[in-house]
Nanobody, 127 residues
Framework: QVQLVESGGGLVQAGGSLRLSCAASGRTFSSRAVGWFRQAPGKEREFVAAFSRSGGNTYYADSVKGRFTISRDNAKNTVDLQMNSLKPEDTAAYYC????????????????????WGQGTQVTVSS
């Protein structure tokens, strides 16, 4: 069982930056891939970024590539999402997710890749 708790959301002006953090419980964090998804009102949840469980591979949605950076610290059981050059269309609830241990995927971009989810943190970007 893994519990995920996000923090760092808030209100920011367009062009600004925010850093989201996700803290995970449990001793198997390093064996899991982790990802960030977001969901805006009236829209489906969409993939934002992911970090593989091994090899240090990262994956990004085209809409955030070059602006967002995902990182993880296995010693601290945390995964962060640095968001720069924010746009109003980035406004959404952001969710952290983790896979089952030793689970592999080509891009970790599907919701079905993940077993555990956090409660979400709201990011609002004003124009």
């Amino acid at each position: 069982q893994v519990q995920l708790v996000e923090s760092g959301g808030g209100l920011v002006q367009a062009g600004g930056s925010l850093r989201l953090s996700c803290a995970a419980s449990g001793r198997t964090f390093s064996s899991r891939a982790v990802g960030w998804f977001r969901q805006a009102p009236g829209k489906e949840r969409e993939f934002v970024a992911a970090f593989s469980r091994s090899g240090g591979n990262t994956y990004y949605a085209d809409s955030v590539k070059g602006r967002f950076t995902i990182s993880r610290d296995n010693a601290k059981n945390t995964v962060d999402l640095q968001m720069n050059s924010l746009k109003p269309e980035d406004t959404a609830a952001y969710y952290c997710a983790a896979t089952q241990p030793l689970y592999d995927s080509r891009t970790y971009s599907r919701s079905d890749d993940y077993r555990y989810w956090g409660q979400g943190t709201q990011v609002t970007v004003s124009s």
